[in-house]
């Protein structure tokens, strides 16, 4: 499985395709989820009050430097995420922290 596989460019940057793990020992990328065609994202926060959703876009923010907002799933663990910015530079970025 790819990158390409859980993206899509938008006219705004890239949606992505994730699975969050919340409560997580760390933080960060963690491969593909072949059956559920997303990229695993694990972090620490728990799923309470927006704190896992904040700490996926804040994590996304890092590995790329460009905004990352939720845009769909803020209740669920399978969610869309908007990277804003240059697609080319959001795709390098992320492979480079696969």
Do not use: H
């Amino acid at each position: 499985m790819e990158l390409s596989d859980v993206t899509r460019k938008t006219s705004d940057g890239l949606e992505l395709n994730v699975y969050v793990s919340p409560r997580s020992s760390m933080s960060g990328l963690d491969g593909f989820d072949v059956w559920r065609n997303r990229l695993i994202v694990r972090v620490k926060a728990p799923p309470l009050d927006g704190k896992a959703n904040k700490e996926v876009e804040k994590l996304m923010k890092k590995i790329t430097g460009m905004n990352a907002f939720v845009t769909s799933g803020m209740l669920d663990r399978r969610k869309t995420i908007l990277i804003e910015g240059d697609v080319d530079v959001i795709l390098k970025k992320l492979s480079d922290e696969l």
